[in-house]
């Protein structure tokens, strides 16, 4: 393994747990949530909000012997590095939000994408008993906030944006909020229904929490979302900024994107320490070199 992948995980408090699936659940029209369990599971951290872990998915003849149960994050990318590539397990981030570890439990929810690839795929077929390695933060190891990008500070005013891929994160961020927090919650898809399971009973469920749902209309991911948040930061870019840290905003959407609607929010004022942005996919169509395609 390459010395700097070495030093960024040689602390990482991430174990490899073998689970198996024990349920397949389609929440909405676009989404699939997979319930998993596993010995390992009852050693995790339940830490919430936009907790981001790896999953390593099963080739046809299940996982290499060198990947094991238990290992550390520095061990099992030793031994998945060691793999030759065409033997490696696809690897993909998701949201885990909910970790029972009293109940060796958790979920993940996938969105089936269309193209699909690998991770939807796999979530799309998986049937009870099939095997799944994640690695996640382990209880005695990880410090509260580790694998967690939601970091609000002492802010009571906040921006949330996302697309379909960060929904799980979203309501994993919302069900955190304190009471004396206002949300303005901006949430880009293909078809409303998918919200309908990460909100509550329905937009604007909560006092405090505002949710626009904004439908993507054949438009490339992450444009729409785009276009909302310049239009909020046009409007209420500047008291936000004065705000300092009492404002906060996170969004995740398509990379590049994602990169525009840093630009925009930091082109209305705002400090870097207010604003988090995540690229949470790569549109690999060639739409995105057209954005208002
Ligand atoms: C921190 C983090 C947390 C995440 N949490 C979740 C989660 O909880 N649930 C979830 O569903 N996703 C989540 N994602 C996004 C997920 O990792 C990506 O969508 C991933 O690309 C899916 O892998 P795949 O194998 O299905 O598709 P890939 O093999 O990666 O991609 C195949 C094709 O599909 C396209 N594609 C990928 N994603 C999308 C999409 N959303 N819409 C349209 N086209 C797409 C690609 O451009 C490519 O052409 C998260 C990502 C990050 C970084």
Request: glycine share 12%; proline share 9%.
């Amino acid at each position: 393994m390459p010395p700097d992948v070495v030093a960024r995980f040689a602390d990482s408090p991430n174990r490899l747990v073998a689970t198996t699936v024990v349920r397949r659940e389609r929440l909405s029209p676009g989404f699939v949530r997979v319930g998993l369990t596993g010995p390992g599971v009852g050693l995790l951290a339940d830490l919430g909000r936009d907790l981001r872990v790896k999953i390593l998915l099963p080739g046809p003849d299940g996982y290499p012997a060198s990947l094991s149960d238990g290992s550390s994050e520095a061990a099992w990318r030793a031994a998945w590095r060691g793999l030759p590539a065409q033997k490696r397990p696809v690897m993909r981030s998701y949201t885990a939000p909910r970790i029972v570890p009293e109940q060796r439990t958790l979920d993940l929810d996938f969105f089936l994408h269309d193209p699909a690839g690998p991770a939807s795929r796999w979530a799309a077929r998986a049937r009870a008993g099939d095997p799944l390695l994640v690695s996640a933060p382990a209880a005695a190891r990880a410090p509260a906030s580790y694998g967690v990008q939601w970091a609000p500070g002492l802010a009571t005013r906040v921006l949330v944006g996302a697309d379909e891929t960060a929904f799980p994160a979203v309501a994993g961020i919302l069900a955190s909020l304190g009471r004396d927090v206002r949300a303005t919650v901006l949430l880009e898809c293909g078809d409303p229904a998918d919200v309908v399971p990460f909100v509550g009973a329905g937009p604007g469920a909560s006092p405090g929490v505002e949710v626009r749902v904004l439908q993507r209309g054949g438009r490339p991911g992450g444009v729409v979302l785009l276009a909302a948040v310049r239009e909020w930061a046009e409007r209420y870019g500047a008291g936000a900024a004065a705000a300092g840290a009492g404002f906060y905003a996170w969004c995740a959407t398509e990379s590049a994107r994602v990169a525009e609607v840093r630009r925009c929010l930091l082109g209305a004022g705002l400090a870097g320490t207010q604003v988090h942005t995540q690229g949470y996919w790569i549109d690999r169509s060639g739409a995105a070199r057209h954005p208002e395609g």
